[in-house]
């Protein structure tokens, strides 16, 4: 079945640095993938939309310019948190389709020290 | 805005018993329902997809229901099983086929030996 790997699985950075979050299709091209985050005790968010090719469409009160997404390939998506603060540290977690379907990276625990 | 809600929030539950998960959602305009199985630490597995159009799935000890009209899901468990332990997410596709999913908060589930 179709597998999405998402590098790393756990970070820890110090405040103001930046994390690079990347999610892999193995088997497959994503023509879109997916990245959302989750606070503790709280629900999964969509934070954005990727298309490989093009300017990702990010959710409502989420900082294009905080989250970098590029989506450079049919296979590959990352997720860029620049400048990163304490409030920052979430689950992020990456899902990928290609158009027949979805699957979900592994995930990735942000610590921001 | 979509809104889902997962009752109960946590259930622990002898082995062997069968049991119920609930979901709620508040705009019934779905294209589909889709329950996930969340571990610790972990990515999402995607366990049943119910279209909008059906009413229920079934794999193995798994049972989920959709009633689109009252916007409501149920996800059935018969016999479970300690490997059952885990966090149950219920999300659904915002429409068309967009894959950009809303999420529960969950219902984590312990399967007492």
New interface residues.
Partial sequence: GAVVS?HP??VICKSGTSVKIECRSLDFQAT?M?W?RQFP??????MA?SNEGSKATYEQGVEKDKFLINHASLTLSTLTVTSAHPEDSSFY?C?A?Q?T???????T?LTVV | KQEVTQIPAALSVPEGENLVLNCSFTDSAIYNLQWFRQDPGKGLTSLLLIQSSQREQTSGRLNASLDKSSGRSTLYIAASQPGDSATYLCAVDRGAGSYQLTFGKGTKLSVIP
Wanted: aromatic residues 16%; positive net charge; hydrophobic residues 25%.
């Fill in positions: 998402q699985s756990r879109t997916f959302y005790k709280k629900s999964l968010m969509l939309t977690i899902s389709t158009g379907g979805y699957t979900f990276g592994s995930g625990r």
